[in-house]
């Protein structure tokens, strides 16, 4: 039986994005599933948080994410545009947010499929790897049909059932935080949270512990 994990994720986080393909590599590669849970962005659910943080923050972070990506030569660009509207001087999140609650529905709506890690791996392949104008034209449909989805299908769930997709990205926030974290990228394995992207081969190395397999 293959072991289950779940993946708490942001299309807005940097570091979900430096973390999911290394993750879906490893689905694919050894005998476990992982289960694709999105959540909203902290400029969402705590829009003061930008505002509230240290000055270096925002700096290092930027450094940080860069250098990750060269380390493990993974194609990385600042997001055309962002998914979330923000001031870049003030660090104000905007009122009108017209990206991340159409992806994060359709990351929802994917994962009902059983195909949330493909699809958010795609998505994020646009978003942070250097795709201008990943909103427009038929770069999310290219990315759906990669992960073996219909664009126009998650679209249209993603309008009909809004409630519905809010009510479950919510669960999955909640569950995050009853296994013992707040943020992501958080993989949640056997009720153990391992939060980050540097944290993927030790969650490996538990779930080994546990018998895990190669395919």
Known sequence: MSLAADLFWSFRSPYSYLAIG????????HDTVINLRPVYPLAIRQPDFFERSHPNWLSYTMRDMIRVA???????????????VQDVAT?????????????????????????????ADE?????????????SG???????????????ELDAEAAADAEALD????????????AGHWGVPTLVFDGEPFFGQDRIEMARW????????AR
């Not at 942070?128 to 909103?135: C, F, N, R």
């Not at 009510?167 to 009853?178: D, G, P, R, S, Y």
């Not at 538990?206 to 397999?213: D, H, I, T």
């Open 22 to 29: 290394r993750y879906r590599a490893l689905a694919a590669s």
């Open 123 to 135: 998505a994020a392949q646009l978003i942070w790897g250097g795709a201008q104008d990943w909103h």
């Open 91 to 119: 660090r104000a999140i905007a009122a009108d947010q017209p990206y991340i609650y159409r992806l994060t529905r359709l990351g929802q709506a994917a994962a009902r499929r059983g195909k949330g890690l493909a699809f």
């Open 167 to 178: 009510t479950e990205i919510a669960a999955n926030q909640v569950a995050l935080e009853i």
């Open 206 to 213: 538990r779930m080994e512990q546990k018998g895990l397999q």
């Open 70 to 84: 060269q380390f493990h030569g993974i194609p990385f660009g600042p997001p055309r545009p962002d998914p979330i």
């Open 138 to 152: 038929d770069h999310l449909a290219g990315a759906a049909r990669r992960a073996g989805l219909d664009l126009a």
